[in-house]
T-cell receptor, first 115, second 111 residues
């Protein structure tokens, strides 16, 4: 069975400070892990993905995430928040080679960025 | 390159009415999916297709039907709309183990 837990429903940071969005997962299969971002009234955009290569994954817009198997975590970070980062972020676990129908989306973390 | 296009973007239905949501992709992806997004619940899979002419049920299929007669199109139908189907609907495509490509969504209200 698969599950994904985003540990914070809301995170608020000041512009220029670091961002940490936390995600824990469980999977009976070798998982692919993704982070997506959704701006208001928009579709979801892929930020980065882990598919069993390097454990530190770099994505777009300065985001990165580290896959830690021992902690079953895939936290998303960014060194310095920008106002344009304000959005909702989804952690996604997808067992490999299953066609995507076992993919699980987290409930989302809304990121607020204060000026 | 349009990617994934969903029509319509907004719709208001009365209870009991029917409608079809269209998803069109130009990326030649095999897999296509319909999700619904409700506050605090992430995305839930309604139906999916692993290729032209194939469809399968996802996590929340009741009240919906789908068809994929052409590889590039995936249709989601509501035969008799209910207020519980008020949601934002997203179509997505995928190729292999790459990430999903999402459409911009359809906001449906059933009154």
């Amino acid at each position: 069975a698969q599950s994904v837990t985003q540990l914070d429903s809301h995170v608020s940071v000041s512009e220029g400070t670091p961002v940490l969005l936390r995600c824990n997962y469980s999977s009976s299969y070798s998982p692919s892990l993704f982070w997506y971002v959704q701006h208001p009234n928009k579709g979801l955009q892929l930020l980065l993905k882990y598919t069993s290569a390097a454990t530190l994954v770099k994505g777009i817009n300065g985001f990165e995430a580290e896959f830690k198997k021992s902690e079953t975590s895939f936290h998303l970070t960014k060194p310095s928040a920008h106002m344009s980062d304000a959005a909702e972020y989804f952690c996604v676990v997808s067992p490999q080679h299953t066609g995507g129908f076992k993919t699980i989306f987290g409930a989302g973390t809304r990121l607020f960025v204060k000026a | 390159n349009a990617g994934v296009t969903q029509t319509p973007k907004f719709r208001v239905l009365k209870t009991g009415q029917s409608m079809t949501l269209l998803c069109a992709q130009d990326m030649n992806h095999e897999y296509m999916y319909w999700y619904r997004q409700d506050p605090g619940m992430g995305l839930r899979l309604i139906h999916y297709s692993v290729g032209e002419g194939t469809t399968a049920k996802g996590e929340v299929p009741d009240g919906y039907n789908v068809s994929r007669l052409k590889k590039q199109n995936f249709l989601l139908g509501l035969e008799s709309a209910a207020p519980s189907q008020t949601s934002v609907y997203f179509c997505a495509t995928r190729q292999g183990e790459n990430g999903y490509t999402f459409g911009s969504g359809t906001r449906l209200t059933v009154v």
